[in-house]
């Protein structure tokens, strides 16, 4: 049998506001065991599940390991306005004129994640 990834863990230093804000981004929920306040809290998104952990270290270099997302009804840059609109920064912009490319955003405590073209668009 294989060994699976139960969950992606991520330190942070408000477990729940990070949880809620990554559980709009990937339209799922944050588990209803975890509250305001609470050391830890769960995302569930589909198969995924994302795990935050407060920790009292500031994060003080760029990430090691990043999420990438790829939307699955919308465009790249429909998904880039809506994360945006949810409280993402703008961190780098990959994006050239013949419509490839990616866009690096920022979450509200400042872990990179990247949004790649949909499915369709690739197929384009």
């Not at 509200?108 to 790649?116: A, M």
């Amino acid at each position: 049998m294989a060994t699976l990834i139960r969950h992606i863990t991520i330190d942070c230093a408000d477990a729940y506001e990070l949880a809620t804000f990554w559980a709009k981004v990937l339209e799922g929920k944050v588990t209803d065991d975890d509250h305001p306040g609470d050391p830890e809290a769960l995302v569930e998104a589909g198969a995924h599940a994302l795990l935050f952990i407060r920790v009292e270290d500031e994060r003080r270099v760029k990430n090691r390991v990043h999420l990438d997302l790829q939307p699955q009804d919308r465009t790249r840059d429909e998904e880039v306005e809506r994360l945006l609109a949810l409280g993402a920064v703008l961190h780098e912009d990959h994006r050239v004129p013949d419509g490839r490319g990616w866009v690096t955003l920022k979450d509200p405590e400042g872990n990179e994640f990247c949004v790649e073209r949909s499915a369709q668009e690739r197929a384009s």
